[in-house]
Structures are given as C-alpha cells and as structure tokens.
C-alpha cells in the first residue's frame, strides 16, 4: 500500500449553483431529455474552451492510453464532454421523475447477492452513471448505503434522497469525524449493501498500486479492504449510456483465488485492486468516451 | 491496565501493517489519528474489526468512534469496560 498526500481533498461535486440545479430538476419533470442533448451538443464546445483543465486531462488520456492522433484525440474530447453533459441530464431527469430503460448483464449474480442473508460491497467507478443504477436496480429489502463526497450541495444531496428514497438508498457522506465508516460498517453487518468509488481517492489517502491501461495507477483501499475485513462480496457496477432513456448495467463480482490463503492481506488487497482495474479496463476501452475522470487519473 | 496497553498497541501494529513501530515507539496518550499516529479513516475501519474480533465489542455509534479512538488509553480503557471476551 502507498500513501499519498496529494489529492486529499478531492472535490468531485456536481456543478452548479443550488438554485440552478433546482431549475434543472422542475424542467426535466417535463422535458424529452433529447431536447436538452441538443442544447448540450452547442454548450460543450465553449465549456471545454473556458474549462481547459478536464479537456488537457482528457486530451491526454486518448492520446496516451489510445494512441489516437491529436485530430481523433480532439474529437473524443468533446465526445466525451458531450456523454458527460448527457450523464448529468439524466441524472437531474431521474430526480425529476423521468424512467429510464436497463439492460443488465449479471442480474442473475445480482439477484443471487441479494437472496443472501449477507451484505456485499458495490465497488463502482466515474465511468458511465454508476448513480443512476440505484434508481432502477432492485434491492429485495436491503438498502444500499452509497458513499459520497461530503462537499455536495445540499439539492443535489435532497434531490438524491427524494430519488432513491423508492429504492431505499441512502447517502453516506464523507464525513471528518469519519463516522462515515461506522455507518458502513453497520450497514454490512445488517446485511445491506454499501457501494464505494473504486476509482478516486477521498476520505482516506492511503491507495493501492495497479496497472491501468497499461500504466501504473493507484486505487483506493477503501471498497477492498471493507470487503475483506468483513468477509463479505464485493461486486462490480457498470451503468453505461447506450441511447437516450437507456443504460446497459454490467454486474460482475471480484473473487480472490483459491489460494488466497497463502497470500498476505496486503497481497490480497492488491489482488482485488488489480482485478478491478483490470475490469474498469475493459470497460473503458468499450466505452471510450464515458471515462470521466477529469484530472491525472495515474498522479491522483 | 499497562499490560492492556502494551496489547493493544502490539495489535495495533499487527493490525495495521505498522512494520517500522514497535510498542515503544506508540505514546500512550498521544492522538491516533490525524496527528500522533496519523491514521485515518481505512484504519478505524480495522480497529473497528480489531475491537470486534479480538474482545467481542461491537462499535455502532458513530458519535463515539473519536473517543474510543482518542488515544491507545482511550482505547484500553473502553476495552476494559466493554469486553465481552
């Protein structure tokens, strides 16, 4: 394990003012998500003119893990802010009321995970709508305790609550008095679900070094080692834009080998790491454009 | 009570992969975490499990997390008055 003190204080919030994301979610109570796609497609060139920042970190990314010249390089980069905008309307549709189609792969394992008298953790990533799932994904009686970033307004927070309230999810924020990790902990002794970012290192800095896309990348201890020292699954959540009103949802679960006994626990945390990064591979590579990770994903 | 301590500090160690420590180096009545040891949050989860597998307390209030974690006395003494092994 590494620790770094770089990148404590990762903000990955959604943007906005409060009073503009309220607006958002009264217009799309009502509103063909196709409509505000369009708008979006004219927003995007001026946000990745005026937001430079998540456009190199982007830029980089086609370039170094694709290998696409800095024409093709170019046009992913504003594919990939346009999947972003679009994964951000949905979100606000979802919490104004609107129905969205899944198509699942694993909803056999899934249902499986659930008929079980045991929690599991839900190990997601910022690839996709991993958010979105808990809308549509059914959870049998047991709640699905998510932990987010603490720094969220307070309408994103109520408007995600109102949302997932049908689906007994319920928000975890990070919080400094790290009551967070007893709220978790609990949760799985209850026999419920927590889902965890795999991907980004908040909360706690300490990261666990994998290869990713070919190159050396730290993830987080965080969803393994609550995994392992609970002794519980831990499964993999892919929810990833195919059409307008329509997401494909990959489930997969991360076991260690057989011979897991003769490994050290760090050994097995870097086991899981690396099969998750392994995973969150080749789903990137299918979905190129819905990486949203906007900064030096392989510094963090 | 010192021998407790001494305990805990060695599976705290253990616990945490804290391979260049020994007892010694642990000040009983410093912080845990932030200053003193500089744990965080990965590692309350453990001691969470380490409390839990070792003496049979079961923490689920998070309002007492930073108490019981204060310090290794801190720790010793909720041990004391809350084993159930």
Known sequence: MKTNTEHT????????TPWMQRSLVRLFG???VRILYAVMALVVPFYMLFVPKGYLAQYRFFRQCFGF???????YVYLNHYAFGKVILDRFAVYGGQKFLFKIDGEALYLQKLAQPDGFVQVSSHIGNSEIAGYLLPF????????????????VMSNRAKAFAGNQVCMVPVMPDMSHIFTLNNALQQG???????????????????????????????PFIMALQRNVSLVTLYVMKEKAYR?????????????????????????????????????????????????????? | MEQLIEQVKQQIIETLNLEDLTPADIDTDAPLFDKGLGLDSIDALELIVLLEREYGIKLQNPAEGRSIFASVRAMAEYIENNRAK
């Open chain 1, 9 to 16: 204080n990762w903000k990955g919030n959604t943007g906005g």
């Open chain 1, 192 to 222: 419920d679900i927590v889902s965890m970012p795999g991907d980004r290192l908040f909360g706690s800095t300490k990261g666990l070094p994998c290869t990713f896309m070919g190159r050396q990348a730290q993830l987080p201890v965080g």
């Open chain 1, 69 to 75: 010249g800095p024409l093709k390089s170019f046009r």
């Open chain 1, 247 to 300: 997401y494909h949802v990959y489930v997969n679960e991360i076991a260690l080998p057989l011979q897991a006994d003769n490994l050290t626990k760090r050994q097995q945390l870097a086991y899981m790491a690396q099969q998750f990064a392994s995973g969150m591979e080749q789903m990137v590579k299918k979905y190129p454009t819905q990486w949203f990770n906007y900064f030096d994903f392989w510094n963090q």
């Open chain 1, 30 to 32: 009502v509103l063909d």
């Open chain 1, 140 to 155: 049998s009686g047991k709640k699905i305790h998510a932990l987010v970033f603490g720094g969220e307004t307070e309408t």
